[in-house]
């Protein structure tokens, strides 16, 4: 379905082409006859363009209607949310440092426990930073044979485990689906197989050529963990790995929400897994001066709106969800845990790795967010928030709430910031965070953002500090922002 500007846009271009009137001379209250000049035979050329454009029907009863170029614009709009197809979550799973069952993960999450300690999968003594988000009780065996799992990095082991966990959840049978070119997968990475790069990397150089592993390079490819997940059930559908930095999973989920409205399939796993937590990725964003160094207290590293935040906590980890047409998901009896209502992206197109620091950008994505799911910014009670603990990302991006929510962002939203506790999973954050949005309306419950100990006077907004608060929730917006500007945004409702 086109967003509100597209739709604008592309009825402006069509009045221009029709009327001879540059696009420049034409404004949404543009009335048609008094303004543009239009007589009865060019109101119905112009319907006809609409219908053609759209694939919508204006019928007759329905013209008079349309009087304005805005009118125009709200009444396509109309049609088309008329036809867009229901989205619901069926499934979702997670693999985290706080937990891979979700009701242990929610739990330690409401408790405010931290998932963030000493790494110890590498010895990390000569490492500027020594701590993360490490997924510490995760093992390969409980979820792969000895062969499957070999040929899957670390990333996709927690993207495919997370996968069978939500598909198991949601109840559905792929083998008994009518049609296998209906059902596919979206999962996102930032990274990929860093793992695997590092271990053959080194056997090229200590060993020689011949001793790099055939398997190196369907185990690295960001794309491996969409790949295994389709070959494990035979899903012959729409399939893609995307690849955004920080955005991805988030991306990822809006794509496959865009695939299922838009009729191109009926069921869609979906999410990002990442598994960065190698020499090389801990000494790389260490290098950037993106990490924390808080040695002395890993489990308060991570500290979002704070004000002595220095930076993000490298995490690992997976978030994957079961997304389906609402129809076909309750023929089936599916559970039905939330309905994805909108989505939003944007790109700050201003610097690789620094965030615009008005919050331009993220802003314009949490509209386009909310208009999308033809919801007022007063209607979203919690905003679970990018919130990565930098000094310039979290400004920026309390300046971006502001900007979109105005005066309720301080008399009624709530925004916390579960990367507190679970450090930054990159590409895998939004996955996670999506399942935690999905997870606050199930239970009324916004989770709490820890570690705020001296309030950031430039970040003034109600962040729930170290306690869950009880809520009534309705609706749900999710923000992800990656490196590369890459801004992604999701609003979730509640069902039932």
């Not at 303004?35 to 319907?47: N, R, Y």
């Not at 426990?113 to 988000?133: A, H, P, Q, Y």
């Amino acid at each position: 379905m086109a967003s509100v500007e597209e739709v604008k846009d592309k009825v402006i271009g069509i009045v221009s082409e029709q009327l001879n009137i540059p696009k420049g001379d034409i404004k949404l209250e543009s009335a048609f006859i008094a303004d543009l000049k239009a007589d009865s035979l060019d109101l119905v050329e112009l319907v006809m363009e609409f219908e053609d454009e759209f694939g919508v029907q204006i019928p007759e009863s329905d013209q008079d209607k349309i009087q304005k170029v805005g009118d125009a614009v709200s009444y396509i709009m109309e049609k088309q949310w008329a036809m867009a197809r229901r989205v619901v979550v069926t499934g979702m799973s997670v693999v985290t440092a706080l937990g891979i069952d979700l009701v242990e993960f929610w739990g330690a999450l409401c408790a405010g426990r931290s998932g963030v300690s000493r790494l110890e999968r590498f010895d990390c003594s000569d490492f500027k930073v020594n701590f993360g988000g490490e997924v510490k009780d995760f093992k390969p065996e409980d979820h792969f044979d000895g062969k499957e799992a070999r040929r899957l990095d670390r990333f996709s082991q927690f993207a495919l485990a997370a996968a069978k966990k939500a598909v198991a959840q949601s109840g559905i049978v792929f083998s008994e689906e009518s049609d296998p070119y209906r059902c596919g997968v979206i999962v996102g990475s930032g990274i990929g197989g860093l793992n695997e790069i590092e271990e053959q990397h080194a056997k090229l150089f200590d060993r020689g050529p011949s001793r790099v592993s055939p398997l190196m390079i369907p185990k690295l490819m960001v794309n491996a963990a969409s790949g295994n997940i389709s070959v494990t059930w035979g899903l012959k559908g729409p399939s893609s790995a995307v690849a955004t930095a920080c955005a991805s999973g988030s991306n990822a989920i809006g794509d496959a929400f865009r695939v299922i409205q838009h009729d191109v399939a009926d069921v869609m796993i979906a999410g990002g897994s990442e598994a960065a937590i190698t020499p090389m990725g801990l000494s790389g964003f260490a290098r950037m001066g993106a990490l924390s160094t808080r040695m002395d207290a890993p489990e308060s590293a991570s500290r979002p709106f704070d004000r002595d935040r220095d930076g993000f906590v490298l995490s690992e980890g997976a978030g994957v969800v079961v997304l389906e047409e609402y129809e076909h998901a309750r023929r089936r009896g599916a559970p039905l845990f939330a309905e994805v209502l909108g989505y939003g992206m944007s790109s700050d197109g201003s610097h690789m790795t620094a965030p615009d620091p008005e919050g331009t950008g993220a802003a314009r994505a949490m509209s386009s967010s909310l208009q999308d799911a033809r919801v007022n910014p007063d209607q979203v009670a919690y905003v679970n928030a990018h919130g990565t603990s930098t000094p310039l990302g979290d400004k920026a991006e309390t300046a971006a709430i502001k900007k979109v929510f105005g005066s309720f962002a301080k008399n009624g939203l709530c925004v916390s910031s579960t990367k507190s506790q679970l450090g930054h999973l990159l590409g895998a954050s939004g996955g996670v965070e999506f399942v935690i949005a999905a997870l606050s309306l199930m239970h009324q419950t916004v989770p709490p953002t820890i570690n705020i100990e001296n309030p950031d006077p430039e970040c003034d907004l109600d962040f729930v500090p170290n306690t869950p608060r009880s809520l009534k929730l309705e609706r749900v917006l999710s923000n992800s922002f990656g490196f590369g500007g890459h801004n992604a945004c999701l609003v979730v409702g509640r069902i039932g």
